[in-house]
Each structure stands twice: as C-alpha cells, then as structure tokens.
C-alpha cells in the first residue's frame, strides 16, 4: 500500500518527523494529545517528506541539485549562486498531478470543516532536520501568510520547497553536517488565526538569557507574528511564575514591559499570499496587546506544552482577532540554555564605568569590547569585519554567516524573542536588542564596550572597558548547617544566580526599585499637584495608563518585590521596607517638596519613623498595598517583611500597628515580621524586640557605625570601621544569644562575612542561623563556613594550605586564602 501524501494535524504524532518534519510532527502532537487540556491548534495538514521526494524525482532535481553543491563546494561558484540555480530548479519544476489533488481536495475540505469556501491558509515549511533538541533550524526556511485559493497554494507550495535552499539553510546545514540530499520537506497548511485584528508573539519556558527553569517568558506585538520572529517591532513582554501557576485565584506575573510596537503586519490588499506592514496608532504602542487573563492563560498553556515534552520549549501564538480565542501555532525544543549545566556559569563584571551610548534588551549575560561595525543592510554585508561588533538595523536568517564572526551583536530593532536575539544565544555571542537608534548613536570604527551582566537591560558604552569573567563552578559546593542566602537588590539581575544552592534571599532591598524603576517619591505620586511643573510632566509620562499615578507605584514594586522573590522559592525572600535617608528621597522626582534639609540624614528621620509619620504615612500605605499584592494576589506566601532602623520598642509597636490597618497584620496568612538589627538599643532591649518580631537580621555596617561612633562614609576614618573590632563583635554575639533565647531566628545580612572569611568563622561559633551574602562572594564564603563547621575549633580546622575561596578572576582581586586567617582575627 503506499504511503500518503498528505496527513491530517490529528493524524500524526511527534514520532512522525522522518515524515513530516519537526515542526508538523509537533503541531500533530498538540492537536492529538493536548486538545483535552485546553491546548488549541488552528486545523490543518501536512504534506509528507514522500511527497517532497517525489517533486524530486518527478523532475528530475537530485542529480542536478548535487551538480550545483559541487560547484560551489569547489569554488567554482558562490554560495548565492548555487542556492539561487537549485531554487530556480523547484520554482521552474511541475508539480505532479496527483500531489497537487492531494492539496486541493484536503484544502477543500479543510473550508468545508471552517464553513469557509476559500479559507485563507498559513504554508508553512517543515524540514526533517529541524525543530530538534540540539538544533533549531530557526528561520530557515520560508512561511507565506494570507494564502487563499487553489492556484495560490500550488504557488506557496512550490515556493516552500525551493526555500530548502536558501543561502541560509544551505549554510546552516553546512555548519551542523547535514546532507542537503538526505533533507526532506514537509509543508504545513494550516488556517489562519486572525491575528492581523489582534496580536500574536513567541513564548518560551524557560528564561532565554539565564536559564531559569521557572518561569514562562512572553513576547507580544500587534498583528501577524512575523515582526515579532524577523525583530521589526520591539515587542511587549511579559515574565510568568511557573510554580504558582497552579494556586487558585493568584497572577503570578511578575514582570510586564511595554514594547514600542511601531509597526503591524497585517492582510494585504486584493492578492494571495500577501501581507503588508502598516503603522500602529498612538494607543496601540501605549496599550499592552494581551491582558492579564490571556497572558496566564498562555503561560498555563506552556507549563503543559513542556510538562508533554518533558523539556523547555520555543512557542509561537496568536490571538483570532474576530473569536477572542488564543491559540498555539508552533512548538520545538528549546535550544540553548536546555542545554546549559545546572553547576556551572560564567559571571561577567565591569571593572569601570564609561558614558552610555545607549541601552536596549540584554541577550545573554556576557560583556564584549571592540570597534562598531555599522551595516545597515544586508546588501553591504561583505563590508563586515571579524572580531568587530556588529551594530545594524535587525537581523534576518542572510545575516548569520557575519553574526558567527561577530565578537557582539547590537540592533535597532527586535525584543528578546527576535531573528536576532535566538541565533546571537545559539551562537554564544552577546547581543543588545531594540535599542531604537544604535545606528544613528554609533559611528563606525568607534570603539565601544556592550555588558549584558547587570540583567534584563543592556547597555553599550563609549570605549574599551576592562571588565572580568569568572568561572562560577558549585558543583562541588559542601553542604553547611548555617543557612546561607544572598542579597539581591535589582530586580533585572534576579535571575542571574538562580543556580547558586541559597536557601532564600536574605535581604531584598526596596530602596532599590524605587531609585532605579520607579523614579518618583512616593508622596509626589499621592498628590503630584503639589510638585513642580516639570515634575508632573515627568510623573504624567512615567504613570501613562494608570488611572491614579499612586497605582504605578504600587504595580511596578510589587512586580520589582516578585521577581526577587523567584529564584529561590518556596525559600524565603525577606524585604527590606523602604530605607532612603531624607537627602536620598529628595533626589526622586517631585521629593524635594516633601522631604525636610536635615544635618545628618544618617541618623535622622529614616527607616521606622517614617512610616507612622503623617508627613510619609501615605507614602507607607503604597509600600504595604504592594506587599499585599505580592503576597495575596501573585501568590508569594514566601515573602518576609522586615523593618529597618527601628529605634525603639514604642516605635516597633506603632509601626506594627501602622502596617495592620494597611493588611498587613503579623501572623494573618502566615506573615512573618523581622526586623533590622543595627541600632545598639536593639541589642540591649533584645528581649523585648524579640517579643514583636519572628526574626532579626543583624545590619553590620550600621551597627558598627553606630557602636564605634564610625561615619561609614567617611574616609578620613576608613581605618576605624572595623565589623570584627571587639566592641562590635560582642554585641553581635549577644544579639544572637537573646535571640535564640527568645525563640527566634536572627541572621546577618552585611557585607562583613563577604569580606572577612574570618568573621564568617566568628558567626558559625556563635550558632547564627543564616548568613545572607552578595552572590558573587557565595562561593568563599560557603566554603568557609563549611570548614568552619567541621567538629573541633572552627578557626583551626580551617586547612593550612592556601585554599582559594574566590574563583577566577584575571586581576586576583576576588581571590582569597584561608592561610593565616587565625592571626587576622584579632578579637575571638
């Protein structure tokens, strides 16, 4: 019996690739098995790889075919040449007969099925070498939208099997050693969403720049998919909480970006096959394309697309602009960062700082230095230069073979989903994106250094930086009794060391995404009458689409508070409450109206006194409806508030009963309080603090400060402040005896035990509970705190070798040996 030239999407499995290819094996998978879980695939067929074979034979192509790849494997002619005869080949070639009613009579019937008479269909091509775990074959061959009609399709068909020989699939192929005869195509017909009225975008489940198993990664624009694969259009973007996806009633959205959404694509104008590009209105590039429901519902639909795979995935969707209804139109492996070890990273570091040209979306996590190589079109691409960073508009498939020899990549245009972004991760090199002008503020041979390393955003910067990378090995990291966390201040950073084996963050600094995200004072957001001019104009263009300037403030915190909160889940995540002295606050937009000159802001009106203050009380309020919304709406029960620089136990009880009438009452649904421990009298009244809050963690750089009389600013008295000075160390000591008499948990949370592996020894002797660090210090000091845990004296079973606790660095500067450390420490 032979075999059939065409299959129905409910027909086949993902067993079919040698038939159908990757991406139609995958769409049948969906359509078969996932229908009952509320995954939807528009309707369609495939034609199958004997079906492509048969094109083949039928006109004779595979002598001929062969003929055109020897002549450019000699030299004898070039790359374009030879892709551009084969295609000629198919294009000129017949389709047989019975192939062709194979098309037209599932194409009828596939209308019939819609109620349609002439269904406008996608032709999709599906090669046998694609879509597959270690290669995604992403963009290399040809998709034609908007297709109606019989003669139409015949049309699209061909062309699909002529763009198995695109110079870029030719070249691809090449590269990962594959025999281009042994390549069959498939193509994909399949009905077309309407997303031309509406919108459609690429969603993975997996972060693409760090590898974060957990969360579901968004991309969205207006219109018809393909701006937002080709990088015209820098799309919205939107970061879903995997592990809460599954609590009833949560959003577990914890990161929403508005693209700049320039352009649609959309159904052309009397023809088949064609689409055009329009401009979007000035709502449209204000608006978000998906809303809260849709953007769940898709990210539910991805945790049951990889839990299906049993591996992350690369996710195309869109939305029927005439029904309202979502669906999914691609699926294959992700490629990259699936990949990538789970114990091993590198972690890059600028040593210096210069003037910022300009920033975009970051690709990867690298830094790369070198001259600007600006092209704007493909057809100048000859003029590229190796080991040069290339700067362009966008990027399609043409541009790989010079993105190979790139040392980085930077773009005008595209998201993180973008031609760009997926081959700049593939190939390793570090990419910026959607810049919006890196062609017009880059000159040519200018000298520039991009960093991708401080998150989500990437900036480039005028001249050669020197910046380190480091070879982050946990692998063989020792377990340690002492609970260690981190300290993580930038949201945008968050994900970077998700692999470190921290039982939680330990210190989540608000202040931070306030300063950096934010950018108002609080107060000028409840009453923005009151501040300048120029600050309401500031105010009116940073809270655009907010009914009320005070719910900005409270979105972006508690998005800022949520992604902190991720990467070690269900671990704990404690929050800092706001700790700007009142000349910091002054420096955000409309703040000097509200904040008063003071002397000394370092012992003035901070932390605790304000927040029961009415000159910040409603300021305060914002802060709580945030946490609620982290807590209660997104879902993250892990979330500990901790209150700063709190000077007495008066003040405790009037700022605990400031938070209660703001919904956030100690031990309702499981909220904890801690507070800060870094005022003397906190040490001294232990026993009573201790009563108020489930925990303490103990501030060093303030409590030194303010137990050796020490401006920790000052550099005049740089030599005095010492963490490990005796009358420092006693008082932390102490602090942790009445906190465990008490009951409760204490923790440090300064930069001492990064600094000093000694005084990381100290606080393993005192039985401290937790030791929160930067990330970039964990690997030491976990090794330190190992050794000092071993059974005897912590100080002396520290090992007399020299024992590096640092990692690689080329200037040494983070490196550090335990040899001697019992002579450093001066006070035990």
Known sequence: MPKPLILWFEEITITDVPAVGGKNA????????????????????????????AFIRHNDLAPRIAKQLAAFHSGKCTL??????????????????????????????????????????????????????????????????????????????????????????????????????????????????????????????????????????????????????????????????????????TEPIIDKELGGKAFRMVYGEGGSHRTRIVETTAQERETFVLDNTDILKLARWGVVIEDHYQRPMDMEWAKDGETGELYIVQARPETVQAQSSATSFRHYRLKSKGAAVTTGAAIGTAIAAGKACVIRTVADIAQFRDGSILVTETTDPDWVPVMKRAAGIVTNHGGTTSHAAIVSRELGVPAIVGTGNATEVIAEDQEITISCADGDIGTIYDGILDFSMAEVDIGSLPATKTDMMVNIANPAAAFQWWRLPAKGVGLARMEFIINAHIKVHPMALVYPERTSPEAQRQIRELTRGYAHPSDYFVDVLARGIAKLASPYHPHPAIVRLSDFKTNEYAHLVGGDVFEPEEENPMLGFRGASRYYDERYREGFALECRALRRVRETMGFRNVIVMVPFCRTPAEADRVLGTMAENGL????????????????????????????????????????????????????????????????????????????????????????????????????????????????????????????????????????????????????????????????????
């Open 80 to 249: 374009q040449d030879a892709g551009q005869a084969i295609r000629s080949l198919f294009l000129e070639g017949e389709m047989p007969s019975y192939i062709a009613n194979d098309i037209i009579t599932a194409y009828a019937e596939l209308g019939r099925r819609a109620g349609i008479d002439r269904p406008s269909v996608a032709v999709r091509s599906s090669a046998t070498a694609e879509d597959l775990p270690d290669a995604s074959f992403a963009g290399q061959q040809e998709t034609f939208l908007n297709v109606r009609g019989q003669l139409a399709l015949q049309d699209a068909c061909r062309r699909c099997f002529a763009s198995l020989f695109t110079d870029r699939a030719i070249s691809y192929r090449e590269a990962k050693g594959f025999d281009h005869l042994d390549v069959a195509l498939s193509i994909g017909i399949q009905q077309m969403v309407r997303s031309d009225l509406s919108g459609s975008g690429v969603m993975f489940s997996i972060d693409t720049e760090t590898g974060f198993p957990n969360a579901i990664v968004i991309s969205a624009a207006w219109g018809l998919g393909e701006t937002v694969v080709q990088g015209t259009v820098n799309p919205d973007r939107y970061l879903v909480f995997k592990p809460l996806l599954a609590q009833p009633a």
């Open 26 to 53: 995958s769409l049948g998978e969906m359509t078969a098995a996932l229908s009952q879980r509320g995954v939807k695939v528009p309707s369609g067929f495939a034609t199958t790889a004997d079906a492509y074979r």
């Open 665 to 828: 009452r100690r031990g309702e649904n499981g909220l904890q309080i801690y507070m800060m421990c870094e005022v003397p009298s906190n040490v001294i009244l232990a026993e009573q603090f201790a009563t108020r809050f489930d925990g303490f963690s103990i501030g060093s750089n303030d409590l030194t400060q303010l137990v050796l009389g020490v401006d920790r600013d000052s550099g005049i008295l740089a030599s005095l402040f010492d963490e490990r000075d005796e009358a420092v160390t006693r008082m932390i000591a102490e602090a942790i005896r009445k906190a465990h008499a008490a009951g409760i948990k204490i923790g440090i949370c300064g930069q001492a035990p990064s600094n000093y592996p000694d005084f990381a020894a100290f606080l393993v002797t005192e039985n401290i509970d937790s030791i929160s660090l930067n990330p970039d210090s964990f690997v030491r000091t976990v090794d330190a705190v190992s050794h000092a845990e071993l059974p005897g004296d912590p100080l002396t079973a520290l090992p007399d070798k020299d024992v590096i606790l640092g990692y690689a660095d080329d200037d040494n500067s983070d490196r550090r040996t335990l040899r001697g450390i019992r002579e450093e420490m001066p006070h035990r």
